[in-house]
């Protein structure tokens, strides 16, 4: 699985670990931004290790 950002190997910051969904709801939560994604490795908020994009559910536009 990529990154949506920077579309290397989506790879949890804080356990190294590939994310691979572990099922439909969470692959699909991927394209919803608004949605927090949590590594299944470690239980933290999915960080991309490569861009350092969280995957945390909050909006980053400042105009919305």
């Not at 949605?35 to 991309?48: D, E, F, K, Q, R």
Request: charge should be negative; proline fraction near 12%.
């Amino acid at each position: 699985m990529d990154c949506l950002y920077c579309e290397k190997p989506l790879e949890c910051d804080s356990c190294r670990d590939l994310y691979n969904p572990p099922g439909l709801a969470e692959y699909q939560a991927l394209s919803r931004p608004e949605v927090p994604i949590i590594c299944p490795g470690c239980g933290a908020t999915l960080v991309c290790h490569w861009c350092k994009t969280p995957y945390d559910g909050e909006d980053d536009d400042p105009e919305s």
